[in-house]
């Protein structure tokens, strides 16, 4: 037994050394026994105690707080609070002995005083434990635990059949199933709306702008049979739907362009994630590579979208407490987690952090699996990697640098016996012309993870004689797994930056060697990290470049023995001396390096790209599962990974930071994921009909409400994905179906059985939002800006102090007439007009806003400045459309408004009140009204 | 019936001639919706109005009218609530919490301090503080002379000396002490109560947040924000300097143009409804427009201090001619009584602003020099707010009013290494009540002798929101709000009412 015991500490020990832990915490951390270990006999001696003590409430009938103790899986598990009961080899570590020893203050277990274990019953379980916790048979098994979940969202997403139902109301398959729930509730659909309310309908729904009178008089006009449908067609296909669109999506990823708390400060660069997203639901861009962008854009080619990662809140005050820091960190990457738990899986990671998960297969070791995925991300800006175009220009620059150093060598002030330390941006070795066939690059040290270099060039006087172009081969000792942009073939490809580089895939090691197509004499070897300064990390800083003509007569010629140490200092220009030389010479000197610095300058200017608030990454270190969640209290090591329940992830604690990242979105967005297509489908179905089929959709655990119509729920999942993840696919079927398309009128038969409309007798009205209101006014009004991306514009005054101020607008103009998904969004503080219509706060996600009706909506939309402006602005609209004809001008304002004729009352109503109180009343008062502002 | 958007009207209660309802018929119909509503998986296992059971008590929110008073979960003690929100991290060591200790040793290192780092670093040396402590009223309880005023009131109110922070930053601690979490997001206090309760006077906000004259405070509307709550249960927030937004009539439209151009949009509105009859969210929002034009005459009233008599306004001190600071205080005061005498559910009232001209200048942020800071802000503080209890007293609005005095956290019993003034301390901090259902006068739990850590029987904030929603005869693990996958709580998981300082 003592034998057992050993290898088991001194595995955890080596653990721990290796991660770089000082030796004292070793010391601490790994337990070692006293010298003499008696021994414990499972089946005689342990588990009599178990039954006795602990069966009770931890047994095979009940299992308090979701522990049971009558399985050693499940003891490793652990219940609710997320401890392990048993830690193999570790009785100290183990919650079992601290909770029946009473080292939990309250917590003592048996609760039952008249039951307490008594020491030498301790000693036994801590002796078994400290063993290794060895028990034979069945219940022994280390299977993992992982309880396989049988609620109904984590089941693969089936293909539905379609009810067979003959009716000619079905347009698509929604409407079979919608037209089965019916009936069996008894309940009979609605007949279609009309033509105006269809396109206002879909024009508000879609697009979050009413349709011009001339759309709506065309479309009332139009006699072909395919008119509806063609009409989703040139909805789906407006640049408006991404500006309506992303608001929801922006709403989900709780997106803002400020940080929050209370220094709430701007982040000027968060914009362009919104454009990304309106223009790739514009693209229409798969949906399961938008979501793979957004947690690993960076390894993908779409670098801006990372900004999803760090689009939530940050704690600008700092403070040299480690516990505020902590906190502050641990709170971060909880946002990271629970947002893209909830947004795209909608599933409530967050319950895990602090404990095992109460309804949902997720374990607090998962929750920490997790957040080894997101744990090397910090919040701040990034630029993003040049354009190919830059490139190019780049890398003619470069030449023409090479050239103009070389000529300046000569009046190159001796810097000492050491060379420059090594730079991530580019290092270059110089040595004596050599005949060389084979040229090795054999790194011993990197500052970080395993090594990175983004391109030897191997040069024979000016020419680069390594591009494989040229037919040079390059071979190494390893490269890392599973990245286009990190294989071998990158290092001399001739194209620069981390997106074209070599990784190996051994940490701090790895050699690279290049063949060349003949023996040709070489001089000169530049190489760097990352020369576009993106990336410095994975550095090789101990290195040796040999060369030989013949396989392996390696002969030196250059290594980091004679550079000065690394520091991750910036990279130093040489001193010129020009003095030395004579006037003329001196003077040819002084050009040269004058031209040097014109190029450099160039280059400098060439590689500013956009900066992006998308985060930065950097290799994280070890993550610990927290006990209770707190930052002090760490337990085990966790490997990165997801729910366990759900899937596993091929990465490991050696995985570089993007690949933990990439694995997560991967798995996520895959067709085996059978949460992530019923989610979106979900959404889109909620936006469009006001409820969602699962009425809790960030949430489709056991603890949310189950689906309405499951078939359907799955149906359109599987038309997601069978359809290349096309979101307008979906939009497409919805805005087809005669589900959709049926009117909203209330029927009183039809209310008494189902005020909700959860079975979808009509289509329920609802008030528009926020951005689509204003929105809507400024188009009927006529001032609408509709020019599309770029930085937005403030709903505030800004008083710049430490601590920003947000003030209502006192006056408004052009400037703040475009569409409201371009108004800078700040955190917290809500816009002065609109944001009382449930705007979000952008501190967490919201799936689905609040609708409230309250007397400062009414006073806000009643009395301010911006909606005086906006009458007089729709006045003058009537009077410049329609000159001073009043019964004109009332038409006109009703088609631009509701789309419709008034009626002969409204037209006599109207016209007296004209005439009374003037058009800018009326005008005061229709953009008031309840038809404007609902979707019907 | 399983969807969890609140007051999305036509869902709940769409019914023909809804309007003509009054309040109590369909009131089954639309408890049964309600519950519905927060798509609520678990069945009440008891009867509203009874106290014990576990699962959530869904208020009864009829769409048209969100702001309807509604009965609590048992009787209550308070009526209305006000809280007196001081901005900055008020010291206890300095007002409320003596500790003989801090004179004693008086330029000594706090033992066991020598390497401790708070909000801003190193500590210097223990610091008694500036002002002498006294006993004060027929209790004696001492309380320093930065706050003779308060003092004298001290058999009138109920010290928890053991409240336990969570954070030691501004933003967070804020955030703490309104919403019972230290992040951005989670609905106020206020919000909560609202939400449970209504108001009383419908023509008034439910729910009103008063910032000091100086400003909104440090984690500004988070303090009063609806979180995830529905936005109609938010704070309102205004002064008697600063209005209401948008509600005043605007000055180019005289009063009749504004009333004969919302009698045509009722009628727009009306006609349009014709044809959605029963509809309940568009009858809400004709509703609002009545409900805004009464809020349009009954807010500038209750705004309007010329009513008061001098005597009361002297009381307060809002004549101060030579500390304008005070005056400006001493009418919010005013105005806090005026809004709690005519049925305002919860009143936030400021004192302190965001950190402008430097740390401790505008609020109670003492770093630097307490003793100078605290001058200015002790005197602001002190008259008016005894003021405002003498008052509730004086009316017999105390009884059924609940006051609540608090700060986000306290601060240390060292000054800090190189300066005149007290570093952040959640560790250990005194917030106060007075008023209605309140055990006074009373002193509960202690820090350690030198006012550093809570010790005795310790408050966490949790505790202190659930003892303060018990007091409005709500159980604070049943007051909930389905969001994203959780029961959402003002307590979170935690929290237990105080009731040793129930009266």
């Given amino acids: ?844 996600s919201v799936p689905k806003r609040s609708r409230s009706t309250t007397p400062l909506q009414a006073l806000n939309l009643f009395n301010s400045p911006f909606m005086l402006q906006q009458a007089q602005l729709f006045a003058d609209r009537l009077k410049r459309d329609c000159g001073d004809d009043r019964g004109k001008q009332i038409a006109r304002a009703f088609w631009l408004c509701y789309g419709r004729e008034p009626d002969a009352a409204e037209f006599v109503d109207s016209q007296t009140f004209i005439t009374d109180q003037g058009i800018s009343a009326f005008c005061r008062a229709v953009l008031n009204s309840n038809e404007f502002l609902f979707i019907e | 019936m399983q969807h969890i958007d609140l007051l999305a009207g036509h869902h709940l209660l769409n019914r023909r001639g809804f309007l003509n309802h009054t309040g109590t018929g369909l009131s089954s119909i639309a408890l049964t919706m309600m519950l519905a509503e927060q798509g609520l998986l678990k069945a009440e296992d008891t009867k509203l109005g009874t106290v014990g059971g576990t699962s959530s008590i869904r208020p009864v929110i009829e769409p048209a009218h969100p702001f309807a008073p509604r009965s609590s979960h048992f009787p209550a003690a308070a009526k209305r609530v006000i809280v007196i929100f001081c901005s900055g991290a008020c010291s206890h060591l300095d007002t409320f919490d003596y500790k003989p200790e801090l004179i004693a040793r008086h330029g000594q290192p706090l033992p066991g301090a020598d390497k401790l780092i708070t909000f801003q670093g190193e500590q210097g040396n223990v610091t008694q503080s500036p002002w002498k402590f006294q006993r004060r009223g027929e209790c004696g309880k001492m309380i320093s002379d930065l706050v003779p005023h308060l003092g004298a009131l001290a058999d009138d109110m109920c010290f928890l000396h053991s409240i336990k922070g969570k954070t030691n930053t501004h933003g967070p601690g804020e955030n703490y002490m309104s919403t019972g979490f230290t992040l951005d997001g989670f609905p106020s206090i206020g919000a909560w109560t609202a939400y449970a309760l209504g108001t009383e006077n419908e023509n008034l906000p439910a729910y009103v947040a008063i910032p000091d004259p100086r400003g909104t405070p440090q984690n500004s509307v988070n303090n009063w924000g609806p979180g995830f709550l529905p936005a109609a249960y938010q704070g309102t927030d205004f002064n008697t300097s600063l209005p209401i937004r948008n509600l005043a009539r605007p000055e180019s439209i005289s009063e009749s143009a504004d009333g004969k151009t919302r009698g045509f949009l009722k009628r727009l509105n009306e006609r349009h409804l014709g044809r959605f009859p029963g509809d309940t969210e568009l009858a809400a929002r004709i509703s609002s427009y009545e409900l805004a034009a009464k809020m349009q005459l009954s807010i500038p009233e209750v705004r309007d201090l010329s009513t008061e008599s001098a005597s009361t306004i002297a009381m307060y001190g809002a004549d101060d001619t030579e500390n304008i600071l005070k005056a400006g205080y001493a009418k919010n005061c005013i105005l806090a009584r005026r809004l709690l005498e005519q049925g305002v559910r919860f009143v936030q009232l400021f004192n302190g602003a965001y950190q402008t001209g430097g740390e401790g200048v505008s609020n109670w942020d003492g770093h630097k020099v307490l003793k100078d800071q605290y001058s200015i802000h002790g005197p602001v503080l002190d008259q008016p707010t005894a003021a405002l209890i003498i008052d509730l007293k004086q009316r017999g609005l105390l009884k059924d009013t609940l006051v609540v005095w608090c700060t986000e956290f306290g601060r240390m019993p060292t000054f800090q290494k190189g300066a005149s003034g007290r570093d952040h301390n959640p560790e250990g901090f005194t917030c106060w009540l007075a008023g209605a259902g309140v055990k006074a006068p009373f002193s509960y739990g202690a820090t350690d002798e030198f006012g550093y850590k809570a010790i005795e029987n310790i408050v966490t904030v949790h505790d202190f929101h659930a003892t303060i929603l018990h007091l409005l005869g709500l159980d604070h693990e049943r007051l909930t709000f389905y969001y994203n996958g959780l029961e959402r709580r003002l307590t979170d998981v935690e929290g237990q009412v105080v009731r040793d300082v129930l009266a």
């Fill in chain 1, 1 to 844: 037994m003592i034998t057992g015991m050993i290898p088991i500490n001194l595995r955890r020990a080596v653990t721990l050394l290796f991660l770089g832990w000082t030796l004292s915490v070793t010391a601490d951390e790994a337990h070692f026994p006293n010298d003499r270990i008696p021994t414990a006999d499972f089946e005689t001696q342990v588990r009599p105690i178990l039954i006795a003590k602990c069966f009770d409430c931890h047994g095979p009938e009940t299992q308090e707080s979701h522990l049971r103790l009558d399985r050693r899986a499940a003891m490793l598990r652990g219940g609710d609070s997320g401890e392990p009961a048993i830690v193999e080899g570790d009785s100290a570590q183990s919650h079992l002995i601290q909770l029946v020893s009473g080292a939990e203050t309250g917590k003592r277990m048996p609760p039952n005083g008249m039951n307490r274990l008594s020491k030498g019953e301790i000693q036994l379980l801590r002796t078994w434990i400290d063993a290794g916790a060895v028990w034979p048979g069945p219940d022994g098994a280390a299977d993992d635990e992982t309880a396989k979940s049988d609620h109904w969202s984590f089941q693969p997403v089936r293909t539905s059949r379609l009810p067979g139902i003959d009716d000619l109301w079905v347009a698509n398959g929604i409407d079979a199933f919608v037209l089965q729930k019916l009936s069996e509730h008894s309940l009979t659909h609605n007949a279609q709306a009309t033509r105006p309310e269809l396109i206002r309908r879909m024009s508000l729904d879609m697009l979050g702008l009413p349709p011009t009178p001339e759309e709506v008089r065309a479309f009332i006009a139009n006699r072909d049979p395919q008119a509806v449908s063609l009409l989703v067609e040139k909805i789906l296909d407006s640049p408006h739907y991404g500006e309506r669109w992303s608001r929801y999506w922006l709403d989900l990823v709780r997106f803002a362009e400020t940080n929050g708390y209370e220094t709430n400060r701007e982040r000027p660069n968060a914009w362009p994630y919104r454009d990304y997203v309106i223009r790739s639901l514009n693209d229409d861009k798969p949906y399961d590579q938008f979501l793979k962008e957004q947690i690993a854009g960076d390894a993908i080619g779409t670098s801006e979208a990372t900004a999803y990662l760090v689009a939530g809140p940050y704690d600008l005050v700092k403070s040299p407490d480690i516990n505020l820091t902590l906190m502050q960190r641990q709170n971060e990457l909880d946002d990271m987690i629970n947002t893209t738990g909830t947004a795209f899986m909608g599933l409530t990671l967050g319950c895990a952090r602090c404990h095992n998960h109460k309804f949902d297969p997720i374990r607090q070791t998962d929750y920490y699996s997790m957040q080894a995925i997101f744990a090397g991300i910090q919040h701040g800006d990034r630029s993003l990697p040049l354009t190919e175009q830059q490139h190019q220009e780049v890398a003619k620059i470069d030449q023409q640098l090479v050239h103009l150093r070389d000529q300046l060598k000569p009046f190159v002030k001796d810097a000492g016996p050491h060379r420059p330390p090594v730079n991530a941006r580019g290092n270059e070795e110089l040595f004596e012309p050599t005949a060389a066939r084979f040229i090795r690059f054999t790194i011993a040290q990197t500052n970080a993870s395993q090594s990175c270099i983004d391109e030897l060039e191997i040069f024979s006087g000016t020419t680069n004689v390594a591009l494989s172009s040229t037919g040079a081969k390059a071979t190494c000792s390893s490269a890392l797994p599973g990245y286009e942009i990190h294989k071998l073939e990158n290092i001399n490809d001739g194209r620069f930056g981390n997106s074209h580089s070599w990784i190996s895939n051994e940490p701090g090691r790895g050699w690279i060697q290049i063949e060349l197509s003949k023996v040709v004499t070489v001089d000169r070897i530049v190489w760097a990290r990352d020369r576009e300064g993106q990336f410095g990390d994975r550095l090789a800083t101990q290195y040796v470049i040999e060369v030989s003509v013949e396989p392996d007569q390696w002969k030196p010629v250059a290594s980091s023995a004679d550079r000065l140490p690394f520091t991750g200092a910036a990279l130093t220009q040489p001193e010129y001396d020009f003095a030395k030389f004579p006037n003329d010479k001196a003077e040819q000197g002084r050009q040269l390096l004058n031209q040097l610095q014109e190029h450099e300058q160039r280059k400098s200017q060439l590689q500013v790209t956009a900066t992006v608030y998308a985060g930065t990454f950097q290799q994280p270190g070890a993550t610990h599962r927290l006990f209770r969640g707190e930052p002090l209290a760490k337990r085990e090591q966790v490997e990165p990974g997801t729910v366990a329940a759900l899937g596993k992830l091929a990465i490991s604690e050696a995985s570089p930071e993007q690949q933990r990242r990439l694995a997560l979105a991967e798995w996520m967005a895959s067709k085996e994921n059978p949460l992530t297509a019923r989610v979106i489908v979900n959404r889109l179905w909620q936006f469009h009909l006001g409820k969602g089929l699962v009425a809790t959709p960030s949430d489709l655990g056991k603890a949310g409400v189950p689906p309405t119509h499951p078939e359907l729920l799955d149906w359109l999942a599987m038309e997601l994905m069978e359809h290349n993840w096309s979101l307008k696919h979906v939009h497409r079927l919805i805005l087809n179906s005669a589900t959709y398309q049926q009117s909203s009128q209330p029927r009183d038969d039809a209310l008494q059985a189902d005020a909700d409309t959860q079975w979808w007798w009509r289509f329920p009205p609802r008030r528009l939002e926020a951005e689509p209101i204003r929105d809507s006014i400024l188009a009927v009004t006529g001032v609408l800006d509709d020019r599309m991306y770029g930085p937005g514009f403030s709903g505030f005054e800004v008083e710049l102090e430490n601590v920003r101020h947000y003030f209502p607008k006192k006056s408004y103009g052009p400037e703040d007439w475009r569409r409201m998904i371009y108004m800078t969004k700040v955190r917290l503080e809500k816009e002065s007009v609109f944001g009382v219509f449930d705007c979000p706060d952008a501190a967490t």
